[in-house]
C-alpha cells in the first residue's frame, strides 16, 4: 500500500485527536506458561469468559478456562514474545470484530483486520463475535430460495434463504466448487455473501479470491480467512468473526450467505485448544463439547421476521424479513459419515449435498449423490418453475440407479427398461455443469421442460451437454422476450409452455448442435 | 505458581477458622509470619532441602529454632506441613491467611507506586480515595520506582489503576502504530 506524506501526518494527526490520557483501573495478572499459544495467568480475579485480555506488545488474547487461581487463555496472533511473569490486563471488553458494509469486497483475517493490502477497514461499527442466535419468536419459515445456479442442487436439494445446507465428501470432489459457484451465481440476487476460510492454504484462498473476483463476486462477497499457518485460535474464531459480519446483513432486513470452509478444520483447531488446555479429551479426542461449538454457529444461521428486523432497527427497517443462509462444508476421511464431527453436523444442518469422490472421478460434476443429498426445508422454498419442472429428476434417477444395477446381469432388456435407462443416462449427464458457469433460472428451466418433454431422447449421451448450450444460445438470442419472461415471473404461466416447446422445435429444426 | 496457591488454600483456611474461634488472628498471623521467616532463611533453605535429613529431625530441629514463638496449635501445622511434604507452600499459606484476616476485617493492602516520593498529605488525600472507591478501610505502603517516568500507579489486589506517564507513552505508542 503507497502512502502519501499528506495522508501519513492527516492519520497521526486523527490519532492524537482521538488519544485520551485518563487513568485506566484494569484487573491485572501474570502469566505463568506459554505453552503452543495457551497462555496461563495467575491473578485476573475479574476476568470474563471470552474477554478479551491483552499482553504487552499490543498483543490480546482470549480467556477461556477461568479456574480457581488461574486463567488459561489463548493468544490470537503470534506469541513468540510472550515470557513467563508479564503481565496481562483485562479489557472489560467481550472480543468483536468490525461490521457492515465497509467490509465488502475485502479479505480479513478472524480479528476483521484486512489482509489484502487495500488500506484499513473504515468499518464504523464492531459487534461481538459471540451471540446468542435468534429465539423461536423471532424466526419465521424459510420460504425464498436460494438459486445456486447449479442444476442439481436447485432442482433435487433446493436451499432456501435461512436455512442450513451442508456440503459434505472426501477431500477433491469439489465441495468448495459447489459453495464457490452458489456465491457467483448471487450476483443482483440482492445476497452479501461471507466466504470463511478455514485452516486452508494461502494459496488456495488466494485462488477462490482471484475467482470471484474474476467473476465479479467480490463486488457482494466478504472473505474471512484463517489460513492452515494461523495460529488454532484464529481458526477456531473465524467461523464465528465470519458469522457476525454476516448476522449485521440478516438483522437490518436483508439476505446474506455464509460459507464455512471447513468446518472439519475448525474442530480440529478447537480439539488442538482444547487439549492444550487440558480439558478432557472424548471420543476422537474431541472435548465434550464439540458439538455445541458447530451447534451455537449454525443456529444463528436463520431467517427472521418482519417484527424482529423492525424491533433491531428501531423502527427504520419495516416490513422486511432478513436472512442468513449458511453453507457448512465437512470434509469426511474415505466417505466415512459416521465419524464423530460428520454426524454431528449432519444432525445440526437442514439437509445435506453428498459429493463422492467416485461419481467425481467418472466425470458427474459437481458429483452429487442423489441418492442420499436431501433438502429438508428447501422444497418450500424452491423456485415455482424449478419446482414444477424439477420434479421428475430425482426420481428418473433414482429408477436409473436401480435399474443400472439390475441391468449389468441381464443382456436383453425389454422396451420400457431400456427406455428408462436411457432416460436416467440422459439426466445424468445433463446434470453435469462446469465450474463458475451458473445457469439462469430461464436457462435451467428450459433444460429441464426439454428433458422432461423428452427432447433429449433423440440426442446422443455424449452429445447432451452441447447440445443444452446450443440451445440456451439459441433461445438467448431468438426467444430473448420468451427467456426474460421467464427470469422475471419464475415462472412458466398459462401458455407460456407451450411458447417454449415451439421455440425447442424449432431449435431442434435448425441441427445447430 | 497457582498449583501453590491451591494447595495452600486449605491449610489457610483451617487456621483461619481456628484462630478465628480462639479470637487469635493476630496471634496466628504473628506465628506464621515468624514461622515464614525461618523456613525463607537461606540456611533453614538449605537444611530443608537436603535429602539427607529425615522428616522427623527436620520437625524437631524447625520447632526447636522457632523456640516459644509458636504454640501448640501452630506447631502442629508445621508437623503436618513436614509430614506431608509441605514444607515450601508456607509462604503462600502465609499470603493466603493474610488475606482472609484482612477480609475479615475489611481492609485493603494498597501498593502505591510513585515515580518521587510524594507527601504525607498527598498520600492520605489518596487513601481517603481509595476508600471510598473500594467501600474499605485501605492499608497503603509507597514505593518509588522511577521507572514509571511520572504520575502514580496503585495496586489493589488484582486490579491497577495506572496513571504513570509510562504507561501512556506506551499507550500512545500502540495507538500510532495500530
Not at chain 1, 437490518?252 to 475448525?266: N, P, S, W
Not at chain 1, 427497517?317 to 469426511?332: F, H, Y
Not at chain 2, 495496586?155 to 501512556?168: E, L, P, R, Y
Request: glycine content about 8%; hydrophobic content about 40%.
Amino acid at each position: 500500500m503507497q502512502l502519501s506524506t499528506s495522508e501519513i501526518s492527516e492519520l497521526i494527526k486523527s490519532r492524537l485527536e482521538n488519544f485520551s490520557t485518563s487513568a485506566e483501573a484494569r484487573t491485572q495478572g501474570t502469566v505463568i506458561s506459554v505453552t503452543d499459544g495457551i497462555v496461563r495467568i495467575h491473578g485476573l480475579s475479574n476476568v470474563m469468559a471470552g474477554e478479551m485480555i491483552e499482553f504487552p506488545g499490543n498483543t490480546f488474547g482470549l480467556a477461556l478456562n477461568l479456574e480457581r487461581d488461574s486463567v488459561g487463555a489463548v493468544v490470537l496472533g503470534d506469541y513468540e514474545h510472550i515470557t513467563e511473569g508479564d503481565v496481562v490486563k483485562c479489557t472489560g471488553r467481550i472480543l468483536e470484530v468490525p461490521v457492515g458494509p465497509e467490509l465488502i469486497g475485502r479479505v480479513v483475517n478472524a480479528l476483521g483486520q484486512p489482509i489484502d493490502g487495500k488500506g484499513p477497514v473504515n468499518a464504523k461499527m464492531t459487534d461481538k463475535i459471540e451471540k446468542v442466535a435468534p429465539g423461536v419468536i423471532a424466526r419465521k419459515s424459510v420460504s425464498q430460495p436460494v438459486q445456486t445456479g447449479l442444476k442439481s442442487v436447485d432442482s433435487m436439494v433446493p436451499v432456501g434463504r435461512g436455512q442450513r445446507e451442508l456440503i459434505i465428501g472426501d477431500r477433491q470432489t469439489g465441495k468448495t466448487a459447489v459453495a464457490v459457484d452458489a456465491i457467483i451465481n448471487q450476483k443482483g440476487q440482492n445476497m452479501t455473501c461471507v466466504y470463511v476460510a478455514i485452516g486452508q492454504k494461502a494459496s488456495t484462498i488466494a485462488n477462490v479470491v482471484r475467482k470471484l473476483e474474476e467473476n465479479g463476486a467480490m463486488a457482494y462477497t466478504i472473505v474471512v480467512a484463517a489460513a492452515a499457518s494461523d495460529s488454532a485460535a484464529l481458526q477456531f474464531l473465524a467461523p464465528y468473526a465470519g458469522c457476525t459480519m454476516g448476522e449485521y446483513f440478516r438483522d437490518r432486513g436483508e439476505d446474506a450467505l455464509i460459507v464455512y470452509d471447513d468446518l472439519t478444520k475448525q474442530a480440529i483447531a478447537y480439539r488442538q485448544i482444547s487439549l492444550l488446555l487440558r480439558r478432557p479429551p472424548g471420543r476422537e479426542a474431541y472435548p465434550g463439547d464439540v458439538f455445541y461449538i458447530h451447534s451455537r454457529l449454525l443456529e444463528r444461521a436463520a431467517r427472521v421476521n418482519e417484527d424482529y428486523v423492525e424491533k433491531f432497527t428501531g423502527g427504520k427497517v419495516k416490513g422486511k424479513t432478513g436472512s442468513l443462509t449458511a453453507l457448512p462444508v465437512i470434509e469426511t476421511a474415505a466417505g466415512d459419515v459416521s465419524a464423530f464431527v460428520p454426524t454431528n453436523v449432519i444432525s445440526i444442518t437442514d439437509g445435506q449435498i453428498f459429493l463422492e469422490t467416485d461419481l467425481f472421478n467418472a466425470g458427474i460434476r459437481p458429483a452429487i449423490n442423489a441418492g442420499i443429498s436431501v433438502s429438508r426445508v428447501g422444497g418450500a422454498a424452491q423456485t415455482k418453475v424449478i419446482k414444477k419442472l424439477g420434479g421428475g429428476v430425482r426420481l428418473a434417477l433414482a429408477q436409473y440407479r436401480e435399474l443400472a444395477a439390475f441391468a449389468q446381469f441381464a443382456s436383453d432388456l425389454d422396451e420400457a427398461t431400456r427406455k428408462q435407462l436411457d432416460r436416467g443416462r440422459m439426466f445424468t449427464e445433463l446434470m453435469k455443469q462446469a465450474q463458475y458457469a451458473p445457469l439462469s433460472i430461464s436457462n435451467m428451466a428450459i433444460s429441464l421442460l426439454a428433458a422432461n418433454k423428452g427432447y433429449f431422447d433423440d440426442v446422443p449421451t455424449a452429445k447432451v451437454l452441447a447440445f443444452e448450450s446450443a440451445l440456451h444460445g439459441f433461445m438467448g438470442s431468438k426467444y430473448k422476450a420468451l427467456m426474460d419472461g421467464i427470469e422475471s415471473s419464475k415462472d412458466l404461466a398459462g401458455d407460456a409452455e407451450k411458447a417454449v416447446e415451439a421455440a425447442i422445435q424449432d431449435f431442434k429444426a435448425t441441427n445447430a448442435y | 505458581m497457582a498449583e501453590i496457591s491451591t494447595i495452600a488454600r486449605p491449610y489457610a483456611v483451617a487456621a483461619y477458622k481456628l484462630g478465628k474461634e480462639q479470637k487469635a488472628l493476630t496471634k496466628w498471623s504473628e506465628m506464621l509470619g515468624f514461622a515464614t521467616q525461618v523456613a525463607n532463611d537461606t540456611q533453614m533453605q538449605a537444611y530443608i532441602q537436603d535429602p539427607n535429613v529425615v522428616a522427623s529431625d527436620l520437625q524437631a530441629t524447625f520447632l526447636k529454632v522457632c523456640g516459644n514463638k509458636l504454640n501448640e496449635n501452630a506447631q502442629n501445622l508445621i508437623k503436618l506441613l513436614i509430614e506431608y511434604g509441605r514444607l515450601s507452600v508456607l509462604p503462600a499459606i502465609t499470603d493466603a491467611f493474610e488475606a482472609l484476616k484482612a477480609q475479615d476485617e475489611g481492609t485493603l493492602e494498597a501498593n502505591i507506586i510513585a515515580a518521587s516520593k510524594p507527601s504525607a498529605t498527598e498520600v492520605k488525600d489518596l487513601v481517603k480515595r481509595l476508600e471510598a472507591k473500594f467501600g474499605k478501610k485501605v492499608e497503603a505502603t509507597v514505593s518509588i520506582d522511577p521507572e514509571i517516568i511520572g504520575g502514580i500507579k496503585i495496586i489493589v489486589g488484582d486490579t491497577v489503576i495506572d496513571a504513570s506517564v509510562k504507561n501512556q507513552l506506551q499507550n500512545l505508542a500502540y495507538s500510532l502504530t495500530a
